[in-house]
């Protein structure tokens, strides 16, 4: 139960944003929910007068603005298939429209209309109702909803004035809007009200506060028997129903449920589920509308699975799947690499100081995965509460240990970023894996290396194995791909081996220096390309058989690179002292015909790196003198 109270007790400290809308990167607007409400995406807008009178209609086209948060009952929040639970106010055309008989609907044992419309009666004639929730029990009391839509052209009849459920090719004419957002029969629309007044400006129904608490104060009324909190430990209206639509709109998945009253339910130790537990039924709304509006916030969906991380006083805790871009883009940007892993973990501990402080002391941070086997169920794969202390101090050895140097991100210009510190674990994922990796594999991933960053456990053998021999083969996929596994794969090394990024010139291991002199061979090579000129050199194209067979592979390596070094002359002098210096030590070392292991990619990338950087000093040094 601690998650559902940690939720719990987030809705009550961020209470001020209940029905605040806000707006996701693709402006799907979202909001922590009222009580007793929840949303649904509206197909058709019906506006009322004050005096319940039908103003206008229209259908509603842009995605973004369907979503609509409307009132709800127990009941009607978990309704499925032939069950009549009418919403309370905003409903489908099914239950709302009272003439649909007399349009070729189908006759009902129980009919929705009528339960809709007892129930609206009973809101609108409490105490509790305001203007316009009696303006719109005015207007669809009539029951010429239908009626009034295909005069407004909104629905369409045919020749035995029956509605058209579907446009079809044999229809004349354009086709009209409302069949292009649904996606069952016309029955099935979803319509929404509103409420106009001349010379007024009213705000609409489903954001506007007072029909949130007119409702819920109605509703509260109507709640069930008193019963033990398990939550809270807390005498309160008790509730056997709780909230699905938890991941999005469309989600059917249920948390908490048992509606199954025969076979195995229970495994016979209870006869009915409240004996197995007992949650009130305010605390299952806030919990849920809170675990709701964190998904929308910060979670990070992968095929369906949750991966979440919040705080109760400060909801927007760095994630332990994001990279040390996005967690601390301030000391992971860098412009030249001179960092030890020690003053990396100092500058990324300052930029993590920020969310420190930000948090209230006593305050812990709660990491969920959330995710479904079936439609109906779902289930908490994972669950910790951490103090924030030891939480962020995981996050800073993670990205210290974890650390190397990356060139794979775009800033908000659409420049590359050259950032150090660790990977996100979707994109260890893609290195492992290849881009082209399922939903499936990468979720699964990104659960097993959970642990590794938050315990501290090794990252899995295999996930590393698999991203060194993808980083070994360059020529099975395009420069910039195997730039980034490269990286990643370093880092992911680099986690046991715990190098810098600057070359150790007093490490004499076999790997290491093999892993070096490659990395000469290729710079040497590609010093002599025109300007433009992309190809792999015979460095990166004997890359794969070198890290099998570097003494015999780096024969081949090395007759190939004597026209290249007559090509550069004097230039190539320095590389070919570095060469020998390299093959010096080498030398030293007691021959071994076994395959290189993960530490030469580390030696390889390293010298690589260093070149490169040494070359770009030396052409601006070059350009100053010319200036």
Known sequence: MSWLLHLYQTYKTHSKQVGVIEKRFNDQEYTLLPVAHTTQNAHIEVTVTRDGELHSAEVITIKSDMSTLIPCTEKSASRAGSVVAPYPLHDKLSYVAGDLIAYGGEQK???????????????????????????????????????????????????????????????????????????????????????????EHLTDVWRDSEMYESFIQYYNEQLGDIDLCYVTGELMPATDKHANKIRNAADKAKLISANDSSGFTFRGRFSKSQEAASISYEVSQKAHNALKWLINRQGKTIDQRVFLVWGEERTDIPSFADDAFDTAPSAAVVKQVAFTNQEFAMEFAKALDGYSNRIDGKSDVHIMVLDSATTGRMAVLY????????????????????????????????????????????????????????????????????????????????????????????????????EKTLSIACSLINRKERSSMAVDFQNTKRDYLFGRLLAVADVLENRTFAKGEKRPTNAIRYKTAFSQHPERTWLTIEKSLTPYVMKLGPEATDLNKLMDEILDKLSQVEESYKPLSFEYLLGFHSQRHALYQSKDKKNEAVEASQE
Not at 446 to 455: A, G, T
């Open 109 to 199: 044992k129980e009919d929705p209309f009528a339960a809709y419309v007892k129930q609206l009666k009973g809101w609108a004639d409490s105490p509790h109702a305001i203007d316009k929730v009696k303006s719109i029990y005015q207007y669809v009391s009539k029951g010429t909803l239908i009626q009034d839509l295909v005069e407004k052209q909104i629905l369409h009849v045919d020749d035995r004035n029956r509605l058209i459920n579907k446009w079809d090719k044999s229809n004349e004419g354009t086709k009209p809007a409302i069949y292009s957002v649904l996606a069952g029969d016309v029955d099935s629309a979803f319509i929404r009200f509103n409420v106009y007044a001349p010379g």
């Open 383 to 482: 669950y910790r509460s951490m103090d924030k202390h030891l939480y962020l101090n995981k996050l800073i050895d993670w990205h210290t240990s974890c650390a190397w140097l990356h060139r794979y991100r775009k800033n908000t210009s659409g420049e590359w970023v050259q950032f150090y510190g660790a990977p996100s674990t979707k994109d260890i994922a893609f290195a492992a894996y290849g881009p082209r990796a399922s939903d499936k594999i990468v979720k699964g991933l990104v659960e097993r290396m959970l642990p590794c960053i938050v315990d501290g456990r090794d990252i899995p053998l295999d996930i590393v194995r698999s991203a060194y021999h993808r980083a070994t083969r360059p020529l099975s996929m395009e420069e910039w791909e195997w």
